[in-house]
DNA sequence: TGAGACGCGCAAGGAGCGTGCAAACGACAC
DNA sequence: GTGTCGTTTGCACGCTCCTTGCGCGTCTCA
């Protein structure tokens, strides 16, 4: 766990909301000079604190239509089998998210699609015939309340 | 659905991969000059195809040990019920994401924690005690395989 | 009390940004 | 074929923003 103050935690609550922040505004925000905050966000970065930046782009302007949670349980498992169904969950780029979990499923995706077509051809025709699976089961999102990847930053007390 | 050409596509994809990458990385990727992906980009953000730009922090680094996943059945159905609980949900920052879902469960929350004592927190003081809240099951995260909000733009057409 | 380490703001040189402008291109009508 | 209009492009320029060097103030510890 990395040492980070109270001028870190503003300048990283800032460029969660905006990544784009100028080293001007962030030194508004958080009372400091612009030449600190840069070299504060230089610091940040190479501690890998800061993991990157990315373009946070509208599924629905883009015509991405559908949004699905599979809870997969695999065949059997072996390392062997764990290690296919991991290298087919890396090579679909509809899956967004993917986790093992304490519970009934062993794993859980969250895929995104343009529409039911292609949640189907993902879940009858890629992931049910593979080798490494043994059953599906999938919900699909009918309302989003809240979509962010936000950590909670006001838990942290600075250190 | 808003016209995308495939320019549009390549800076789309540059700057979902990295959000603060210069007008002229970008042009170098798309084949088109500076000025162009610069007048391009600011298209994009005003038709909100952009919705903003994100630095993408490390939970690792900053001390979140915890993810899960919490299902959650409301006592009853009626409208009212459900704005209680949906405004609980916008109000509590370690749900990052939450979704109301076909199948067994009315809704499903990501939640990020610090350790296990803060998930006891949410799930047993938090959303159980809540009068729109009938049941709670929640579900740890293990393992991360993937976890992203790229959109998978190598499915589109350009339009 | 003094020396070293650290974090700060300021300033300057260099990089990046966005607007104006003219040229190139494509579509369409005649 | 040819003329016209609308769109998209690259280039140039003025302006903003970024980063690095520097000197100053503060804190720590011998």
Chains 1, 2 share one sequence.
Do not use: W
């Not at 599924?59 to 290690?83: R, W």
């Amino acid at each position: 766990m990395i040492p980070v103050d109270t001028f870190d935690l503003k300048i990283l609550s800032a460029l969660q909301d905006d990544g784009r922040l100028t080293n001007q505004e962030l030194a508004d925000l958080a009372g400091l000079s612009a030449s600190q905050c840069s070299r504060r966000r230089m610091r940040l970065e190479e501690e890998k604190v800061i993991a990157g930046y990315h373009a946070d782009l509208s599924s629905e302007a883009l015509g991405f239509g559908v949004i699905a949670f599979i809870q997969v349980g695999l065949a059997t498992h072996s390392p062997d089998n764990s290690k296919r169904f991991r290298t087919l969950v890396n090579r679909i780029d509809e899956i967004q998210e993917a986790y093992s979990l304490t519970g009934d499923a062993d794993y859980v995706l969250k895929a995104v699609l343009r529409d039911l077509k292609g949640l189907s051809n993902l879940v009858n025709d890629v992931l049910m015939p593979h080798q490494s699976v043994a059953h599906v089961r999938s919900s699909i999102v009918l309302d989003r309340l809240k979509e962010s990847s936000k950590l909670p930053l006001k838990d942290l007390k600075a250190g």
